[in-house]
């Protein structure tokens, strides 16, 4: 069964610093890699999506895949308090999700 | 974008009664849509896939019995929750994906709170 392994926090950043938010999977033939955020009562929404190796910029998100030691990162620069929330790792096309990573923006 | 809409966005029902709960998306046309049960402070668990015309696909340790999905159009899944007990209360939210799109182009819609007293 697909796993899908994220620390589940709090992480605490300073505003204006960068977050780094991690997440392995099991399956190594796992092909499309997703990251969610959830505010608190809502349903996620789409941050990024990364299929091959290397990084993936999208203003101030980062995504990051190693697909050899089978990880998936997000880096968020220039954090702002509106970046606190739980951001989630989802992995393939039916969307195994990880349990969340509670990030929380010091102001 | 896309637009996914989920109804009603909060439900309260006694033990024993049963609930509906739709998803629609409003303006595309979804030939897969997903649905999802959060539990407070966990993570998202797939409950089934729905795909127009066909019987869903539940995943494994759900009650496809008491869990029944229809997807009889496009742009309309429905999961009604059959005979509820309080552990059924939870947050129920779908996903549509359009056809011939990649995994990115699924959409969620903003979520069902459902409480059964």
């Known amino acids: 069964q697909k796993e899908v392994e994220q620390n589940s926090g709090p992480l605490s950043v300073p505003e204006g610093a960068i977050a780094s938010l991690n997440c392995t999977y099991s399956d190594r033939g796992s092909q499309s890699f997703f990251w969610y955020r959830q505010y608190s009562g809502k349903s996620p929404e789409l941050i990024m999506s990364?299929?091959?190796?290397g990084d993936k910029e999208d203003g101030r998100f980062t995504a990051q895949l190693n697909k050899a030691s089978q990880y998936v990162s997000l880096l968020i620069r220039d954090s702002q308090p509106s970046d606190s929330a739980t951001y989630l790792c989802?992995?393939?096309?039916?969307?195994?999700f990880g349990k969340g990573t509670r990030l929380h923006i010091l102001p | 974008g896309a637009v996914v809409s989920q109804h009603p966005s909060w439900v309260i029902c006694k033990s024993g009664t049963s609930v509906k709960i739709e998803c629609r998306s409003l303006d595309f046309q979804a030939t897969t849509m997903f649905w999802y049960r959060q539990f407070p402070k966990q993570s998202l668990m797939l409950m089934a896939t729905?795909?127009?015309?066909?019987?869903?696909?539940?995943e494994q340790g759900v009650e496809k019995d008491k869990f029944l999905i229809n997807h009889a159009s496009l742009t309309l899944s429905t999961l009604t929750v059959t005979s509820a007990h309080p552990e059924d209360s939870s947050f129920y939210i779908c996903?549509?994906?359009?056809?011939?799109?990649?995994?990115?182009?699924?959409?969620f819609g903003p979520g069902t709170r459902l409480t059964v007293l």
């Open positions: 989802a992995v393939d096309d039916k969307i195994i």
């Open positions: 729905s795909n127009e015309g066909s019987k869903a696909t539940y």
């Open positions: 990364i299929y091959s190796n």
């Open positions: 996903s549509a994906r359009a056809p011939g799109g990649y995994t990115d182009t699924q959409y």
